[in-house]
């Protein structure tokens, strides 16, 4: 029996561009560290205008991540693999039917050995029963035996004993995945 892999998209296997498109709206370079990982934080009170406008695609012209077609495609052959990712944008309803859509989109062209029943949208990851889960949202590697931050601008701050207090385990790219779930097993 295969073990259950869940990785997470947005920021795993993907760069999206709803930073840069956050940016060129308000013309001002956005601050991490003040927004955390809701990037719509840097609206402030624009958020509104922002979502209103056409409808906003994230992944328009986004590139996956370096080496994430190859060890996907390598991981989905040994494990049981899902992608598990959030359809809601808080702050933007009206804009939640057009990113899922977006998103199923984006992963069929990009990842097309990846099966339709191999994507689930939901927003709380912790209902779905994982062995590893891969992910850039401490919150989201709540359960699992083998938990994989996968290092992002966002999480940088997160000292590496409250990571080793979770047994939660960072990694900087696909390579270190390929690594330890492909070569160390």
Do not use: C
């Not at 990037?39 to 009170?45: D, F, H, I, N």
């Not at 624009?46 to 370096?66: A, C, G």
């Amino acid at each position: 029996m295969k073990k259950k892999l869940m990785i997470d998209m947005d920021e795993v296997i993907t760069d999206g561009t709803f930073r840069q498109q956050i940016e060129d709206f308000l013309g001002e370079k956005i601050d991490i560290q003040k927004t955390g990982y809701f990037l719509q934080e840097a609206l402030g009170k624009r958020k509104e205008e922002f979502f209103r406008q056409k409808p906003l695609n994230m992944y328009e012209s986004s590139p996956l991540k370096k080496d994430a077609y190859e060890v996907i495609q390598n991981l989905n052959e040994k494990f049981e693999l899902y992608i598990v990712s959030s359809y809601n944008i808080p702050d933007a309803n009206y804009q939640n039917g057009n990113h899922l859509k977006y998103k199923m989109e984006y992963l069929q062209e990009k990842l097309p050995f990846i099966a339709p029943e191999q994507i689930i949208f939901l927003n709380k990851k912790e209902l779905i029963a994982y062995d590893i889960i891969i992910d850039d949202i401490p919150q989201n590697l709540k359960s699992g035996k083998l938990k994989l931050l996968f290092s992002t601008e966002m999480n940088q701050k997160i000292p590496k004993e409250e990571l080793e207090k979770e047994k939660i385990i960072r990694v900087m790219n696909w390579k270190e995945i390929k690594q330890i779930l492909l070569e160390e097993n």
